[in-house]
């Protein structure tokens, strides 16, 4: 499989091209950005700029972009106004939000990237009808622009009752938005398994966040690496392996304070995921 990394592993800095060279360094083609102010401030036209002009020369692409999820750089400590969330029943403080998403979407201008990868609802946030209408309208905007700039919205499953495996199809379902999905190793793990929600979603899957927990903490542990972590990965690189090769491998990872060399532990677990094979293969 294609291997890429989030910036996610190293999101409590600022990005700068040396984290860029890193990768590429470690022989990972892809990366997804991940949108949050004290990593990647988007409104910040100086770093915009800067990375622009080093992906131009760069072999590194830009697979995809991680949706802001709050809009200062202390993950939504500075207040609730701070959530960036499509579920928002009322609708001055929704367009607030997709405005938002769409100034991270303005990226594309100057770096060209295929995917955003977008949330619905936050983390335990209950399933209520009102928040399928109202994540129905925020995201018939959102795409019509992405689409503009040539960039595709995924659909994350996450760790709530909007946006499961199972409440994605439904949300499919009901809004006929003609999306695609971004599979959640952790957040599968934590609702109804990796191999339930890869079989609900498969045609719909176009990338990946591969990370690991122990099942109730959404924790990012490196996978076969770290302890702790739940999930039953032979089965797992089977089953995502069963969706072509053109879906990456991506890695999507919390930092480890005490880990010296991350870029060669990063390494190892794309090397111990990808000698894994099937029971039968064995």
Partial sequence: MLHALSTH????????TVWLDRIWDAGIPLVEIFCAKQHLDY??????????HWFRDSPLKLHSLHSPLYTDDVWGRSGPNAVLNLTEPVKSKRLQVVDEIK????????VPFRYLIQHIGVSDEEYEERKVDAAFSALEEISVFA???GVEVLLENTQNGMSSAERLLVFFEQTHLNLNVCLDTGHANMREGVETAHR????RIR???????NGKEDSHLFPLLAEGGTIDWRHTMETLRSGGDQVPLLLELNAVADMEH??????????????LRSINES
């Fill in 9 to 16: 592993l190293f999101v409590g800095h600022r990005l700068t």
């Fill in 43 to 52: 409104h910040d036209h100086a770093q915009i700029r800067e990375l622009g």
């Fill in 103 to 110: 100034r991270a979407l303005d990226i594309a201008e100057i």
């Fill in 147 to 149: 689409r503009q700039r």
């Fill in 200 to 203: 609900l979603l498969k045609s």
């Fill in 207 to 213: 990338s990946t966040h591969v990370h690991d927990n």
């Fill in 262 to 275: 991350p870029f060669d532990q990063v390494k190892q677990v794309f090397e111990r995921l990808e000698d």
